[in-house]
């Protein structure tokens, strides 16, 4: 028999290589609150959660990693809807995304300050088959083909609504703004700035 998943959780926090901080997996849905998180290792995510039919729920404090290949919070759902709620999230070395997002529904984030230190280190990366809602205080990526937002969705009528403050992305070869929606894109960002050389501030296709 099936079940939903909840969890409550305090500090969560990790030294070695491929050592994640929280791993959820779950068929149905999975909500889970968190208050703070931090690894240390090379491949050590911080959260990792995933849903095969229900909706994927997190609420979480802040997320910090400090090692190379990995994602600091990644939440998929095959099927369902992603709902992500956090504060800040920074990652510092390299191949090491802040935020990843991965719906087969409809996805929306709330974040506080996201920070990326490395070289290929995203700040966040959201794709999703239905309507996206985004909402984050600020995003700022340091290393060389580090993209502050992507944002992929679904075929035509998916809709995507942002309201971003300042985006910068400091490395060469760097996107501020990428997204590519099916639908409408609506919202506002406050200031977008790529001082990279070979780097572009926003591309959008809607």
Known sequence: RDYNLYAFLGSVSTLGDGATGISVAANLAADVEVDTVSTAGNGANGIEMFTAEGAATLRNGSVTTLGDDLTAILVGSASGR??????????????????????????????????????????????????????????????????????????????????????????????G???LVGGDLTGTIDNITASGNQSTGILVEA
């Open 82 to 175: 992603v709902d992500v709620e956090t504060g800040s999230v920074s990652t510092a070395g390299d191949n090491a995304q802040a935020i990843h997002l991965i719906s087969g529904g409809s996805t929306r984030l709330v974040a506080g300050d996201v920070t990326t230190q490395g070289d290929d280190s995203d700040g966040v990366e959201i794709n999703s088959q239905g309507d996206v809602e985004a909402s984050i205080d600020s995003i700022t990526t340091a290393g060389d083909g580090s993209e502050g937002l992507l944002i992929w969705n679904g075929g035509a009528g998916t809709d995507a609504a942002l309201d971003l403050g300042s985006v910068t992305t400091e490395g060469e070869g760097s996107y």
């Open 177 to 179: 703004v990428v997204a």
